[in-house]
């Protein structure tokens, strides 16, 4: 688990999606983003915040279940 409101590496955005096996665009769609959007954020040229940063924080404390039920 990474730190609670701390801005996420894309090694970290990386590390959660594999954590919970999911693709890209499988977290694009739990969090309300574009693909192209992850992508970013998996390469360092954007970085999320808002309610992203939000949602991140709440898959890296909570899991996947509480985002898609």
């Known amino acids: 688990m ?3 409101n701390s801005l ?3 090694r970290q955005i990386k590390a ?3 954590r919970y ?3 890209q665009a499988v ?3 739990v969090i309300n983003a574009s693909p192209s959007t992850i992508r970013q954020w998996e390469i360092g040229d954007k970085h999320p915040s808002g ?3 939000k949602l991140l924080n709440l898959l890296d ?3 996947i279940q509480v985002l898609v039920n």
Do not use: D, E, H, M
């Open 21 to 23: 096996n999911i693709s």
């Open 27 to 29: 977290l694009a769609a």
């Open 8 to 10: 996420y590496s894309s």
């Open 61 to 63: 404390t909570k899991g």
């Open 51 to 53: 309610p992203s940063l």
């Open 2 to 4: 990474f730190k609670r």
């Open 16 to 18: 959660l999606r594999a």
